[in-house]
């Protein structure tokens, strides 16, 4: 794994972020990832999508917020996850990642909790991303879809790509199609049939959970390339 950055969030308060350079083919972009609520930068998740969007070209960086690197299990409230998130965003403006990600453009975006920060930071006026990458959209918390966390998506203006397993108990793909349809960006939805929340497929699917990561990273690193 590459060596950590510390990144200043608040007075006297560092996060951990990662870089994952683009091994091959540089698209000119960077992907700035979050992790979900129950997991930081360092699981099989992020490491594996990190690591294999570098391989496909794309810049990729993740890191902790802050209760994660503070090793707490309860999130952060949501005004200090935006925190976070917006350092992060500054950190890459002004190249504390690499020059050569300084130069890119920027995507952000992460697995559930960590992708929908992602996007009400991007539904603010002042935070100009090309794109948005949503990795299993926490749409609603299982068994309440009346709970709906939508209310700021109309007001984002950069593209969206949304990966959602046809099984996520936090919004399935049919629930979550007529929200993109009232959102005045661009918005594709990627399917992962038979995928949970962390794009899971049974054991003896077909294809196999190997070929259902390998086809979502396609898709996103082609995605991003049409963002550059």
């Not at 993740?62 to 917006?86: A, G, H, I, Q």
């Not at 070929?211 to 898709?219: A, F, G, I, K, P």
């Amino acid at each position: 794994m590459p060596d950590p950055i510390r990144v200043e969030v608040a007075p006297w308060q560092e996060v951990t972020a990662i870089v994952y350079p683009a091994t091959s083919d540089r698209a000119g972009i960077s992907l700035i990832l979050a992790h979900g609520a129950g997991a930081n930068q360092a699981s099989a998740f992020m490491v594996r999508f990190a690591s294999a969007l570098a391989g496909r070209g794309i810049d990729t960086v993740t890191f902790n917020f802050l209760y994660s690197e503070m090793r707490k299990r309860v999130p952060d409230k949501n005004d200090r996850l935006e925190v976070c998130w917006r350092k992060m965003i500054e950190a890459h403006q002004v190249g504390v990642f690499g020059k050569s990600l300084a130069g890119n453009k920027l995507a952000i975006g992460g697995k559930s909790m960590g992708g929908r920060i992602a996007s009400q930071v991007a539904a603010s006026p002042s935070v100009d991303v090309a794109g948005l990458v949503l990795l299993g959209y926490p749409l609603h918390p299982p068994g309440q879809p009346d709970k709906l966390r939508t209310r700021h998506l109309p007001a984002i203006r950069a593209p969206l790509l949304i990966a959602q397993g046809s099984r996520d108990a936090f919004g399935t793909p049919d629930e979550v199609r007529p929200v993109l349809e009232r959102l005045s960006a661009p918005a594709d939805l990627y399917v992962i049939e038979g995928g949970d929340h962390s794009f899971k497929v049974a054991k003896k699917a077909v294809p196999s959970q190997e070929q259902v990561y390998e086809s979502v990273l396609d898709e996103i690193a082609r995605w991003l390339r049409e963002k550059k």
